[in-house]
C-alpha cells in the first residue's frame, strides 16, 4: 500500500521561505519513469502542478508562477521529495499536495497522479 505523508507547510509573512516534505512509503512499480512532486490549489481555483522530479534522471519542471522561487529535490536513499520555497507571495496561499507516480513536462501534456497526500496548508500574508 502507497502512502505520502506530508510535512512542513503553515503561515509565513510575503518574502519568507518554507520547506514541505513528501514521504513515500510503498512500493510503486512505475517509480523510475513516472514522477513526483506537488500539486496546490487554491480556493475557488482548480488544482494545479507546482512541480515534478523524475527520481533516475532528475529532471525537474516548476510552473511558470514559481520558476526561481520554488526548487524540487529529492533524497532517494529515503524516498522523500522537497519543494523549497522562497520569496514566498501573498498568490502562493493553497493547499498543497505530495503526489507520485504521474508526468508533466511543465506544460501542457500530464498524466495525473496515481497517488496523493492529505494535503497541508500554506498561508502567505502580505
Known amino acids: ?4 505523508v506530508e510535512s512542513g507547510g503553515g503561515s509565513e509573512q510575503a518574502g519568507g521561505s518554507m520547506r514541505l516534505s513528501c514521504k513515500v512509503s510503498g512500493f510503486i512499480a512505475s517509480r523510475d519513469s ?3 512532486g ?6 475557488l481555483k482548480e488544482r494545479e502542478a507546482v512541480a515534478v ?9 516548476v510552473a511558470d508562477s514559481v520558476k526561481g522561487r520554488f526548487t524540487i529535490s529529492q533524497d532517494n536513499a529515503s524516498y522523500t521529495h522537497y519543494l523549497q520555497m522562497n520569496n514566498l507571495k501573498p498568490e502562493d496561499t493553497a ?3 505530495c503526489a507520485a507516480d504521474f508526468f508533466w513536462n511543465g506544460g501542457s501534456y500530464s498524466v495525473p497522479p496515481k497517488y496523493w ?10
Do not use: D, K
Not at 117 to 126: L, Y
Open 117 to 126: 497526500g492529505q494535503g497541508t496548508q500554506v498561508t502567505v500574508s502580505s
Open 34 to 36: 513516472m514522477g513526483m
Open 1 to 4: 500500500q502507497v502512502q505520502l
Open 53 to 61: 522530479i523524475y527520481s533516475t534522471s532528475g529532471i525537474t519542471y
Open 95 to 97: 493547499m498543497y499536495y
Open 38 to 43: 506537488w500539486f496546490r490549489q487554491a480556493p
